[in-house]
């Protein structure tokens, strides 16, 4: 088993590079917002449309992947999402050049890269899966904290940069983060990688739809990447705007501090969640969450709106990854259509938390924080399905105790 397991060492470690690669997909662009908006002259709601573009084409790619991985296989599709999330992150910055409307150009080259990074999100969770570790659970929280290390690394890595160079220099630093995708291609091409389920007896599509627990673990996983990125997708445009922070102190107090504790999160839970039921962990998250949407929106002191975006991090930690291992040991035959679907119900959430965030700000004026506040509705849903969920599993489990 021990010989078995090192086999997969650097799959796991490909794996974690793949998420890292998904943070800086999803969290570059959004530090370069009012550069956006201040070089190109693209408007607040174009921002948000680039954001609910991105996950929407995630989705898409989601949805898509259901039908065609198994039969391409999971390298293959693993080293062409790399490459394709490189060409769309150096295309941030060359694209507008090419196109007779500098919106156009960036909007391409986040169509490129957001499919690479929905076939990144389909198939990372499935593959760490697969491999032979032991408490999955924790295995698969860990994984995703790279997700959050690598939004750190953006982050602060961004900023120095930024700082050192100048922000109108933006566009080395997109051809640097390139780097990591095209040099985690060729990893991916080398390592050994595992399947879910052996072919011909996942879950299809349609089986997946009739379930009714499928359907509550797929509102879980839009309200979880809506909680997620209504705060992390506009925490540097908060924190300028409304908070009246530099640029600086406003990615390092905002996003990075929300990204630390999320990962900080997530990497304990991956610690020390054995002895932790899932279930009552993630409505403690909700609960959490909450409170942290409504500190962010406290208008007397700044201070609060930073505290607020740090908490948030650490109260959405485990909703995705632990939407993930409930769904994992709930649907055991799920395969990768369920892993692709409920992926898709993430980007979802993590195209609509932002988005609504973004048109409620405009409609009050550009006022950040009321758009906040109207995401608190997400939390509150996850943790309304959950409660139910973990009601019918234990129904369940006592049901089959009395057999």
């Known amino acids: 088993m021990k010989r078995n397991k090192d086999r997969y060492d650097h799959t796991i470690y490909a794996c974690y590079i793949g998420?890292?690669?998904?943070?800086?997909?999803?969290?570059?662009?959004?530090?370069?917002?009012?550069?956006?908006?201040?070089?190109?002259?693209?408007?607040?709601?174009?921002?948000?449309?680039?954001?609910?573009?991105?996950?929407?084409?995630?989705?898409?790619?989601?949805?898509?992947?259901?039908?065609?991985?198994d039969k391409i296989g999971y390298r293959i599709c693993m080293v062409g999402a790399h490459l394709m999330a490189a060409v769309g992150l150096a295309g941030l910055y060359f694209f507008p050049m090419f196109f007779p409307n500098a919106f156009t150009g960036i909007l391409a080259a986040v169509v490129i890269y957001a499919v690479g990074g929905g076939l990144l999100?389909?198939?990372?969770?499935?593959?760490?899966?697969?491999?032979?570790?032991?408490?999955?659970?924790?295995?698969?929280?860990?994984?995703?904290?790279?997700?959050?290390?690598?939004?750190?690394?953006?982050?602060?890595?961004?900023?120095?940069?930024?700082?050192?160079?100048?922000?109108?220099?933006?566009?080395?630093?997109?051809?640097?983060?390139?780097?990591i995708p095209l040099g985690n291609a060729l990893y991916f091409s080398r390592v050994p990688i595992p399947m879910l389920v052996e072919e011909g007896k996942g879950a299809t599509v349609g089986e997946l739809f009739k379930n009714k627990v499928f359907w509550q673990l797929f509102v879980m996983m839009v309200c979880a990447g809506a909680s997620e990125q209504g705060m992390s997708q506009w925490a540097s445009a908060f924190a300028e705007s409304s908070l009246h922070v530099s640029k600086t102190v406003g990615d390092l107090a905002g996003p990075c501090s929300f990204a630390v504790m999320m990962g900080l999160a997530r990497a304990m839970y991956g610690k020390f969640g054995a002895s932790i039921k899932l279930e009552t962990f993630m409505n403690i998250s909700s609960v959490l969450c909450i409170i942290s949407y409504a500190i962010a929106t406290v208008k007397a002191n700044p201070f609060f709106g930073l505290f607020g975006c740090a908490l948030c991090g650490?109260?959405?930690?485990?909703?995705?990854?632990?939407?993930?291992?409930?769904?994992?040991?709930?649907?055991?035959?799920?395969?990768?259509?369920?892993?692709?679907?409920?992926?898709?119900?993430?980007?979802?959430?993590c195209g609509t938390g932002p988005a609504v965030v973004g048109y409620v700000s405009e409609m009050c004026g550009g006022d950040l924080q009321n758009g906040l506040l109207a995401a608190i509705f997400f939390p509150v849903l996850l943790m309304c399905c959950n409660i139910v969920g973990a009601s019918r599993s234990d129904r369940y489990q006592r049901l089959e105790r009395r057999q």
């Open 19 to 69: 998420y890292i690669t998904q943070a800086i997909v999803n969290n570059f662009a959004p530090l370069l917002f009012l550069t956006f908006q201040s070089r190109f002259q693209v408007s607040l709601s174009q921002l948000a449309a680039l954001v609910s573009i991105n996950f929407g084409v995630q989705l898409l790619v989601d949805f898509a992947s259901s039908l065609f991985v």
């Open 121 to 179: 999100e389909v198939l990372v969770s499935p593959i760490v899966e697969a491999c032979p570790t032991e408490e999955k659970e924790t295995a698969m929280s860990l994984l995703h904290s790279f997700y959050c290390w690598g939004h750190v690394l953006v982050v602060v890595c961004s900023t120095a940069f930024f700082a050192v160079f100048g922000l109108e220099n933006w566009g080395v630093m997109a051809c640097i983060w390139a780097v």
């Open 314 to 349: 650490l109260s959405v930690g485990i909703m995705w990854p632990g939407t993930f291992s409930i769904a994992a040991k709930t649907l055991r035959n799920g395969g990768t259509a369920m892993f692709a679907l409920l992926a898709l119900a993430g980007d979802l959430g």
